[in-house]
């Protein structure tokens, strides 16, 4: 049994080496803007291909991985399953034997032999069932993760579209739908082959003639299975798109409930939501229908096949040709045939679900993100000396190709530089940060760290010498301790708090009631806007990279905290090269060049004395923020 398994084993490899699907990601709409969300276009479910269940292969590395595991299941299943098919031979010979008066002692051994084989019966459904279903939350935890962790390399461009609702119901609800077949319904299914396989070929044994009339409905019942199987494969997919589609609204909309709130649109919201579960429930309604028509046609089928055979074989016992004993004994096997095929149909449609979640999570991994470490990335030289170079850059956002957000941008930055980056807004300095972050590659040029071209270099070694106090700050819902050390995983609690104190964060974590450890809420909801600054400020500082980015970092703050934190941030900038986003010029004066942009090109550099006395941009801005004269 074990070579035959590890052959199976082997088959199925090759099988799924061989067959193994390679899709294209969906590509979703979005609505990545700071509108309300009642404005976000509905997504359109994807053409479903033609209905197959090839996407469950998917799951063969997962389960080669718990190889033992796994041949332990199949072992307590057909163990379990050749209990069951022992039982009508028993039967058949205390019917025509133990109730024969001169075989009447054998009744004893057959009851006692009964009790065994129910006894392995139990003991292997129970084994099989333990392993089935620890095998089945064993795949999916290996599976959410890895969903998770590849999620985690896609570049800006995959989440410029995708919608964070959407993602998250592939990573939960279509993970548990995965869950359920290779748990409970692979378990059932695997069950119920095995039984009416070994039950039919027991019914040709005990009257082949009885068998030949049976067969001949089985290709019927089979053909009639795999076409609705198909139907509800279809109808499934369909449901879990639009559970998606709502999950990818309520997401949005309970991320931004206060500016609903603000807007008095919590009705409008409600409408729409409960219009996306509406179309949700109808489809899965529809997939429901189809696998209600599935399980009734499956069933009346099968056993409407046992009566025909049952009167049949009633027929051949009167005649004398058959004893009742063997009838009985054919009669069991038919029925546990029909049950097991009637309960494939069962769980063929929960089987027909699962591939197409699995379906959806294949074509998200499949997914590559254009922005990754090359083959043979380039090293970075040590130690870092913090050198930043624009050569001739040009850019536009994957979502808008024809809208150049970059055109021909160049300069350069020393080591321990200060360089400060203005220009009004949807001007492109954003975007230089993006690309030094390489959250996207530039179409043209190059973009330079250290002397090396950043893209042939690993992203995650270019990010190592980054730090960066972004406009919108990202806080999890985690203690503020928690949320500091994200700039450094490895840090003591000694070094968090020093990161702290040097943004000004302590200021007002000693009101709080358990000090560092006080949890912030989601999003840091129960922060103001200058203390979730300050947290940002804390990571950059304990981050200790030799690039400091600072896009707008003290816009959210007052006077009196900004005054504080640009103190802190003049100490951490010290040996750091700091490249500096600002609106508000006061913030920029003490920059050693300021680089003015405007319609993603370089226009004016140089000093705030130097741009103001010419007059063009610069001065322009400073007139307005200063008073100051358009020819100083």
């Not at 609800?173 to 290779?182: C, E, G, L, N, P």
């Not at 007052?558 to 900038?573: I, P």
Request: charge should be positive; proline fraction near 5%.
């Amino acid at each position: 049994m074990r070579r035959s398994q590890k052959r199976s084993c082997r088959k199925s490899e090759r099988l799924y080496n061989r067959d193994m699907p390679v899709t294209q990601a969906a590509s979703t709409d979005a609505n990545k803007t700071d509108a309300l969300p009642l404005q976000t276009p509905a997504l359109s479910p994807p053409a479903s291909p033609r209905p197959r269940l090839k996407p469950l292969a998917t799951l063969w590395p997962h389960l080669k991985r718990y190889r033992g595991r796994t041949c332990a299941a199949l072992v307590a299943l057909v163990a379990a399953a050749l209990a069951t098919l022992v039982v009508p031979i028993a039967v058949r010979r205390m019917i025509d034997l133990g109730f024969d008066a001169g075989h009447a002692g054998y009744i004893d051994n057959y009851f006692g032999m009964m009790i065994v084989v129910v006894a392995v019966l139990a003991g292997a459904s129970a084994a099989r069932y333990y392993l089935v279903m620890t095998l089945g939350e064993r795949i999916v935890a290996d599976l959410r993760s890895q969903v998770f962790a590849h999620l985690l390399t896609l570049d800006g461009g995959f989440y410029d579209q995708a919608k964070s609702g959407e993602l998250i119901s592939r990573l939960t609800a279509d993970t548990t739908q995965i869950k359920s077949a290779v748990g409970a319904s692979a378990s059932v299914a695997l069950r119920n082959m095995v039984l009416f396989i070994g039950a039919t070929a027991m019914m040709v044994v005990t009257s082949p003639w009885l068998s030949a009339t049976l067969l001949i409905a089985i290709p019927v019942i089979v053909a009639v299975l795999i076409g609705a199987g198909r139907g509800v494969r279809k109808r499934s997919r369909s449901a879990q798109d639009m559970l998606a589609q709502a999950s990818a609204y309520a997401a949005e909309a309970i991320g931004a409930v206060r500016s609903l709130q603000a807007n008095t649109a919590e009705r409008a919201a409600d409408a729409r939501f409960s219009g996306e579960v509406e179309h949700a429930f109808s489809a899965a309604s529809d997939a429901i229908r189809a696998r209600s028509w599935l399980t009734g046609v499956g069933i009346f089928l099968v056993f409407a096949s046992v009566v025909g055979i049952l009167w049949a074989g009633a027929t051949a016992v009167l005649a004398g040709t058959m004893t009742a004993g063997t009838l009985g004994q054919f009669v069991l096997y038919a029925v546990l045939a029909a049950s097991g095929l009637g309960q494939l149909g069962e769980v063929w449609g929960e089987i027909s679900q699962a591939a197409g979640a699995t379906e959806r999570i294949a074509e998200l991994l499949a997914d590559r993100p254009r922005v990754a470490a090359p083959a043979n990335p380039l090293p970075l030289p040590e130690p870092p000396r913090g050198a930043v170079r624009f050569d001739n850059v040009g850019f536009a956002y994957p979502g808008r190709p024809d809208l150049p957000a970059l055109n021909g941008v160049s300069f350069e930055v020393s080591p321990g530089e200060r360089i400060a980056i203005v220009g009004p807004s949807g001007a492109g300095k954003s975007t230089l940060f993006q690309l030094l972050l390489r959250f996207y590659d530039p179409l043209s040029g190059a973009v330079m760290v250290d002397g090396v071209d950043i893209a042939k270099a690993d992203p995650t070694a270019v990010r190592t010498r980054l730090s960066l106090v972004p406009q919108e700050v990202a806080i999890f819902a985690a203690s503020i301790r928690e949320n500091i050390r994200l700039g450094h995983p490895d840090a003591s609690d000694a070094e968090v708090e020093e990161a702290g104190r040097l943004a000004r964060a302590d200021e007002f974590v000693a009101r709080l009631p358990e000090g560092w450890e006080t949890p912030v809420g989601e999003r840091g909801v129960t922060l103001s806007g200058g203390q979730r600054q300050r947290i940002a400020i804390a990571r950059a500082i304990l981050r200790r990279a030799p690039v400091l980015l600072l896009d707008e970092a003290t816009s959210a703050l007052d006077a009196e905290s900004e005054t504080l934190v640009q103190q802190a941030l003049d100490r951490s900038m010290q040996g750091r090269t700091t490249l500096v986003i600002a609106h508000r010029l006061a913030t920029v004066l003490s920059a050693d060049r300021i680089l003015v942009i405007d319609g993603g090109r370089i226009v004016e550099e140089g000093t705030h004395a130097s741009l103001v006395a010419r007059g063009g941009l610069y001065a322009r801005l400073a007139a307005l923020q200063f008073g100051e004269g358009n020819g100083g």
